[in-house]
């Protein structure tokens, strides 16, 4: 008897320092920096919800402010993994400058055009040449450069008029308070043929949409939506492995891309010098 | 499913409860449920809401009636005709009326709720970037001319509002603009709503029931029940007036009760059984039709209109939530036909609840009011500092809420309700105006 007290003692004890071990290691904070309704904030959950699947005891927070994210990365004890935005990197005094350093670099989980489309249901939608077009893009994003360019082009007058994100813009679209949009948002309503999108910061001609950098060479045309995942110094050695492992296969599982595809977005398997000047480059098109 | 059933009961019997307790307003009710809410997904929070508020007004008249005491302002007309009811012997007729009037004020405008938010969802005009501001001027006005303060307080109050709104760091796409944070990462988040909201309105309402017993009496409910036909045109009348009250802004839900009372008064005015009856019917179908009425900014435009849903979407905002772009599914249902569902339910067991077993509960919370009452204080301060534990700046958090306590018990005889309002609209406010000056500009 006293001998099978000891061996379930000890089975306890074993058990209970094991899994106090394995949860110790498998921990992390994911802090969202973007503010709610976004497309990030929407795959930073995703991910979160299958890091926890995959036996991560995740700590995550929409704190939907990048400036706070920014300090607790620099200044928390706690292993922290944050999802950022390349267009935050546009400007070195921002409080959310922060470019990727390879060693804090997990991968990118969003890359989403965007694209120049008309309103819902009209699929005869075009920019005719002389006539001015009331247009809703993302606030603070200086999209006036490119279409003011892009205006100047195909001889057509653009009114930008900022929203706060893309639900806001989506809203604006369905009470015809603008002519056009310029956003990630119409990729899928495109091919779904209920709304037509002419021009979009593509590499190359998709779905009879032009790709903008055909017809301006300015760095602006690659201003798509760009968030990749990073972490702070706490995120080191095993534990960092296990992470990037573990994201690598969320990101790329098909459930994951079928997520991305019906809103629009893709991510396709790309070396990491390649994901880190994708973020340079899209940093450089959002300046002004 | 399990979730759906877990947020109806929990929901209805806070609702009851908070309702049946004077002192525990639908503000103090929700920011008891912080801990709930926090894990709910959005939908469901929505839900907790709609069925909780519903819940406490169906009750609240109960705690008027039976304690003498004003919960919250739409217990006024129960309280001023408690004199007649007790002195005639009518609690457990107007225990059954007002049962009666809040059930068919809430089943109808649920019906009606569907189809309204899909009319207001195919008239683009309400989607309009204008027709938010002139909703915000709207709710500038009513804060302004709100009664309880002079208008020179209540410019005051909701000016410092909107500036305490914008305190922070603010994302806008690619840049940040600061407000007043003197460079320190722990007030870039801005100003805890919860502090605001915990301190200014819920704290000193609970400290002024801290010790209400001593002014209590408690009402006989053992009497027989006597024969008076039901007002059916007084529950209408009431309940209409209160569906469009409902969507005036920080006080639709207060005035509707007392309006549809006031308006009873003109048809029966004398001080018989009948007359004393419908108004006491007209009023409290006012007050829970209002109740539906009011979700409807919420549900389309992300406008909260009342404390207590000001709460409601502070929580919501951090799930993803945006406004008319939900969807969420359950059994192959969405979220507003659960809404019906849930809400047609929770009126029933509220029914059941306050006209079979009232005389048990306000039995037991008449014996034990004190120390419910000082549990309330306790589970609030638990579900106050819970929140405040999800955020990192804590301490930060702990200080306003000490801050904003403190002044709140401080000017007691002021209501800060414009301060709140303000603090709430100023960042669609501030969008808006942003908007329109790109538009116009």
Redesign the interface.
Known sequence: MKKMKKIIVTLFTFIMLTSTVYSKEKSISFYV?H???GIS??FQ?AISQELIKKGWDVDF????????VS??LK?SNKPILAGW?A??N??AT???YNPPKKQEFITTFVVSPRLLCGPYNDLNFKLVEGKKY?IAV?????HHVLLNALGKKIGVEFH?????NS??I???M????VDAWFTTRGLVDHENKKQKCLYGTLDKKYADIVPLNTLLSTDNVFSSFVAYLLVNKNVQGELKKQLEKDIISIVNSKVYQNALKSSGAFLTKETLEKQLALIEATAKA?KK | MIEIFVTLLTATFFGLFAGLMPGIGSSALMLTSLPLLYVLPPELCILFYALGIQSSQFSGSVSAINFGMMGELTSYPALAERQYILKNNLQQTALKFTAIGSILSCIVPIMCLYPLLEWFRGHSLLMRTDFTLLIMFIIILFCIWYKTNSKLTNVFLLAAGIFISQIGLRSQGSAEREFFTFDQPFMYGGIPMIAVLGGLIAVPLIMKYINWKETVSVAILDVPEQKINFPVWSSVRGGLLGLFTGLLPAVGTQIGSNLAWRVEKFFHPNDNHVSVMSRLTSAESANNGSQITVLIPLLILGIAIVPSEMILLSVIETKSWMPGQSTWTLLGLNFYAWLMITLTVSSIICYIVCYTFIKVISGWIGKHLNNINKFCILIMAISVFYAGSLVEARTFFVSCFIIFSFIGILFKKIDFIPLVAGYFIGDILIDTIVILSFMYG
Do not use: H, M, P
Request: with cysteine.
């Open positions: 920096g503010s709610n309704g904030s929407a959950t927070k929409i704190i939907g402010n990048c400036g706070q300090e607790l200044t935005g267009d935050w546009s400007l921002n409080v959310c009331k993302n606030q603070g994003q200086n930008v008029i900022e929203y706060k639900g806001f989506k809203r604006a369905q009470a015809k308070e959002y």
